[in-house]
C-alpha cells in the first residue's frame, strides 16, 4: 500500500478513489502457541485512488459505526479526510480517523452469491466477533479471496518478552464457512518467544475460534 505518503505526511489528508475491497479490521495479540486473542475494531477499505495528491492503493480504516451507516462496497467511489496511522501498530491501514465522506458514485447493490468468492454486503462487527477466524494462507488472501467479505488481514501483536518486549507483524485471516473450497490454511505460523524455540500454530487454535459453528456457517 502507499507507504511513502503515510511517512510523508502527520497531518490529516484527503483521499478519493473507488474501494477495491472491504474487509473486518481487527488486531491479534499473540503469546506462544496457546494464547490468540482477536479484537475487532471496526473495518478496513482496500482503495485505488489518490490519497493527499499521491495515486496509487491504500487503506482506509472505517469504524463499526461509519459502515452500518453508509454500508462500503466494492466499486463505490468515496472521497473523504482522514490522519495517517504513522505510530498505529494495531492497525494495517494506512489511514485512520476517517470522515467527511461523500459518495462520488455507488455500486450496485447485490445479494451474497452461493459461491466463493462471497462479495455482498459486510455484516456488523458483531457477527465476525460471535463467527471467529482461521488463519489463511497469504497467497489466497492476496488473490482468490481479496474481495471476499469474510476475508481478513490484521495487524498481530506477538508477546516477545512478557511485558517487556512486543514484536509486530500482520497475518491474513478467514471469517468464511469452514466447508469453503477455496479455503487454504497455509504454512504452520512461527509465534517466537525470547530465548526459547519458537512455538507453532498449526492450526489447533482455528478450531477453537470457529468450533462453536457447523461447517456450512
Not at 32 to 46: A, P, Q, S
Not at 52 to 61: H, L, Q
Not at 129 to 138: A, F, I, S, V, Y
Not at 175 to 193: A, H, K
Request: net charge positive; glycine share 8%; aromatic share 12%.
Amino acid at each position: 500500500m502507499n507507504t511513502e505518503a503515510t511517512q510523508l505526511s502527520s497531518s490529516r489528508i484527503r483521499w478519493q478513489g473507488q474501494i477495491e475491497s472491504v474487509q473486518c479490521r481487527a488486531w491479534v495479540w499473540r503469546y506462544k502457541m496457546d494464547n490468540r486473542t482477536h479484537h475487532h475494531l471496526g473495518f478496513n477499505l482496500f482503495v485505488k485512488g489518490e490519497a493527499d495528491g499521491r495515486e496509487g492503493r491504500f487503506i482506509v480504516a472505517v469504524s463499526n459505526t461509519q459502515h452500518t451507516k453508509l454500508q462500503f462496497r466494492i466499486g463505490d467511489v468515496f472521497r473523504g479526510t482522514a490522519w495517517p496511522c504513522i505510530k498505529a501498530k494495531h492497525d494495517i491501514a494506512d489511514y485512520y480517523r476517517a470522515g467527511g465522506f461523500k459518495a462520488l458514485s455507488r455500486a450496485d447493490a447485490q445479494a451474497v452469491p452461493s459461491e466463493p468468492p462471497f462479495t455482498g454486503p459486510l455484516p456488523t462487527i458483531e457477527v465476525f466477533e460471535r463467527r471467529g477466524p482461521r488463519m489463511l494462507d497469504t497467497k489466497h488472501w492476496r488473490k482468490q479471496c481479496f474481495v471476499c467479505m469474510w476475508a481478513n488481514k490484521s495487524a498481530v501483536e506477538i508477546e516477545y518478552k512478557f511485558g517487556k518486549v512486543k514484536r509486530y507483524r500482520q497475518e491474513p485471516f478467514c471469517y468464511g464457512p469452514r466447508s469453503c473450497p477455496l479455503y487454504d490454511m497455509g504454512p504452520p505460523r512461527q509465534v517466537q518467544y525470547f530465548d526459547t524455540v519458537p512455538s507453532i500454530d498449526d492450526g489447533w487454535m482455528d478450531e477453537l475460534c470457529t468450533g462453536q459453528r457447523g461447517d456450512e456457517d
